[in-house]
C-alpha cells in the first residue's frame, strides 16, 4: 500500500517537472537622454505606467509622469548627481507603494515609505500612494464629532469624523498649533492621527514630533515627512503616501485623523515638476491640473459605510496665505474642495486672541449635525453674541458715550472673547467646554473680567475636585439633561458665592 502511494507521488511530480515552464520577467531598459534639476528625459523604455518607479545604474530611483510613445518623463526621488546621460534605466512595472498598518504607529517615515527615525521598519502590507476615492454609494453622511479641545472651533466650528476642514491663514498665526492640539486630544479616544509635512525645514518638523512625543501622542500617531531638503517629487508625493496610510487603518475599520502641513508648499513643489517637464503654465504659473491636484487627494477622506469597514478619514489641510488673501489660486481652489474653513487673523493674533480664529469669515458646512447635544445646548447665541459685541465695539472705540444695556453687551463680549482664549497643547475635554460655556450664559464670570483667566482655572479645578462623577457621565455620553443642567448651573452658583462675591466683599 505504502509502495503505491510512492509511486503515485514521484508520477505527479514528474509530471509537474515535464510540464514547467520558465517565464523569465522581462525589464524594458532605456537610455538617459537629458537630465538636470532633478528631471530626466529617457528614451526607448516604452509601455510604462503613470507614476511607476524607474530604477537607474546607479541605485537611484525615479518616478515617470511624463509618458511619451518612445520613452518617458521622470523625476528624481532624491537628491542626486550620480545620475548622467547615456546611463540605463530599467522599468519596475510597479507604481509608487507605501507600507501600511499597526507596525508604523509611532514611526516616522518619509514618502515611499523609509523610516527616518533610525529604526528598522518591517511589514508585508503595502498600499499604492495614488488610489480613487470611495464612490458616493461608499459613503455614509457625517454625524459622529470630532472634538479639537480648542472651545472657539468645537463650539462654534464644530468638525465631524470623515469631515476635511480647512486651516487657513497667514504664516506664524497658529495654524500648526491647532492641528496639534487636535491631535493631542485625540488621546483619551479611538482615532489614529498621521501628521504630514510638506516643505517643511527639518527643524520644525523635529520640534513637531517632541511635541507629540512629550504628550504621548506618538503612541497612536504616524508622522510622514518630506523636508524642504527633499526633492520637488518626495514633498509631491508626501500627501497621497500618508492618506495611504490612514486608508490602511481606515478600511480595517478604524478613524483615522490626516493633517496636511502644508498643501500650499504641496502646490509649489508641483509647480516646480510641471515647469521642469515643460508643461504649459496657467495662472501664476501653476499648471492647469493643480485643481485636480488637490482634489484628488482631499476627496479619498470620507465617512465609509459598513460594507466598507464603517471607518473614517477626517482631513485637517492646512493653506498658507499671503497677507490674508483668501482669493489667491490656491486658497479658492481648496476652500470649494474641502466642507468648511476655519480662518486664523493675523490682526487677532497679534492682539493676543489666540487661537486667533475669526468666527465671522470660519464655518463648517456639516453644521451642527456633528456636535454633541451637551454643546449644542450652551453654544447656540456664541456666534451673535461676538457679531454683536464686535460691531458695537467698534462704535465704542470712538469714545462716545454709551448706555447700560450697550455697556453690559460690551463687559458680555469681552468676557467671551478672553474665555476663547487658550493655551497651547492645553485641550478641554467636552465637560469643562461646557461648563465654562455654562458660566458665561449663567454671568457667572461677572465682577471677575480683570483676572477671568485665572477665574477660569479655580472653575475647572473646583468643578473637577466637587463633580467628577458629572464630568465622567457629560465626557462619555455627550449629554446635558435636564438634571445635569440643573446640577451644574447650582455648582456654578456655589463656586461664585465662594470664590467671586466673597472676594468682591
Known amino acids: 500500500m505504502a509502495d503505491n502511494t510512492n509511486e503515485k507521488i514521484s508520477a505527479y511530480l514528474k509530471r509537474k517537472i515535464a510540464s514547467f515552464q520558465v517565464q523569465p520577467i522581462v525589464y524594458h531598459r532605456g537610455t538617459v537622454a537629458k537630465v538636470g534639476d532633478g528631471v530626466v528625459r529617457v528614451t526607448d ?6 507614476g511607476e518607479l524607474l530604477e537607474f545604474d546607479g541605485g537611484v530611483f525615479g518616478m515617470a509622469l511624463d509618458l511619451e510613445e518612445n520613452g518617458v518623463g521622470a523625476v528624481l526621488l532624491d537628491h542626486a548627481d550620480t545620475v ?6 530599467r522599468g519596475t512595472g510597479v507604481v509608487a507603494k507605501v507600507p501600511v498598518g499597526n507596525t508604523l504607529i509611532g514611526r516616522i517615515i518619509d514618502p515611499i515609505g523609509r523610516p527616518l527615525d533610525g529604526l528598522p521598519l518591517e511589514t508585508d502590507d503595502y498600499l499604492p500612494v495614488e488610489q480613487s476615492a470611495p464612490a458616493i454609494m461608499d459613503r455614509q453622511p457625517v454625524h459622529t464629532p470630532l472634538e479639537t479641545g480648542i472651545l472657539a472651533i468645537d463650539s462654534m466650528i464644530p468638525i465631524g469624523r470623515g469631515q476635511r476642514e480647512l486651516i487657513i491663514g497667514d ?3 497658529g495654524k500648526t498649533s491647532i492641528a496639534v492640539d487636535t491631535i493631542l486630544n485625540q488621546k483619551q479616544s479611538d482615532v489614529l492621527c498621521i501628521y504630514c509635512a510638506i516643505g517643511q525645514k527639518a527643524s520644525n518638523v523635529a520640534q513637531t514630533v ?3 512625543r512629550q504628550n504621548d501622542a506618538l ?4 508622522v510622514v515627512a518630506a523636508t524642504a531638503a527633499d526633492s520637488p517629487a518626495m514633498q509631491y508625493l508626501a500627501p497621497y503616501a500618508a492618506t495611504a496610510v490612514a486608508e490602511g487603518f481606515a478600511r480595517k475599520g478604524k478613524h483615522v485623523l490626516i493633517v496636511y502641513d502644508d498643501l500650499s508648499k504641496h502646490a509649489v513643489a508641483y509647480r516646480t515638476m510641471s515647469l521642469l517637464l515643460h508643461r504649459p503654465p496657467g495662472r501664476e504659473a501653476f499648471p492647469g491640473d493643480v485643481f485636480y491636484l488637490h482634489s484628488r487627494l482631499l476627496e479619498r477622506s470620507a465617512c465609509l459605510d459598513e460594507a466598507h469597514g464603517d471607518g473614517s478619514i477626517t482631513a485637517l489641510p492646512i493653506i498658507e496665505t499671503v497677507g490674508g488673501n483668501m482669493s489667491a489660486y490656491i486658497p479658492t481652489n481648496v476652500i470649494s474642495i474641502t466642507d468648511g474653513q476655519i480662518y486664523l487673523e493675523s490682526d487677532l493674533f497679534h492682539s493676543g486672541v489666540r487661537p486667533a480664529v475669526n468666527t465671522g469669515l470660519s464655518v463648517s458646512r456639516v453644521g451642527r449635525s456633528a456636535q454633541h447635544s451637551a454643546m449644542r445646548r450652551v453654544s447656540g447665541t456664541l456666534r451673535i453674541d461676538l457679531s454683536q459685541y464686535r460691531e458695537m465695539a467698534a462704535f465704542a472705540s470712538f469714545g462716545s458715550d454709551v448706555d447700560d444695556a450697550t455697556r453690559q453687551m460690551l463687559n458680555k463680549g469681552r468676557t467671551l472673547v478672553e474665555l476663547l482664549k487658550q493655551p497651547r497643547s492645553a485641550p478641554y ?3 469643562e467646554q461646557v461648563a465654562l460655556l455654562t458660566a458665561y450664559q449663567q454671568q457667572i464670570f461677572e465682577g471677575a473680567e480683570n483676572g477671568l483667566r485665572a477665574v477660569a482655572t479655580a472653575l475647572l479645578a473646583f468643578l473637577k475636585e466637587n463633580e467628577s462623577d458629572l464630568a465622567e457621565r457629560v465626557n462619555q ?7 445635569d443642567y440643573e446640577r451644574l448651573s447650582a455648582v456654578l452658583r456655589e463656586f461664585k458665592e465662594q470664590h467671586i462675591n466673597g472676594k468682591s466683599e
Open 429 to 431: 475635554t467636552l465637560f
Open 219 to 222: 503612541d497612536y500617531s504616524v
Open 171 to 173: 504664516r506664524q498665526t
Open 210 to 212: 517632541q511635541t507629540l
Open 477 to 483: 455620553t455627550g449629554e446635558l439633561t435636564d438634571s
Open 45 to 50: 523604455l516604452p509601455d510604462r505606467l503613470y
Open 84 to 89: 548622467h546621460v547615456g546611463e540605463g534605466v
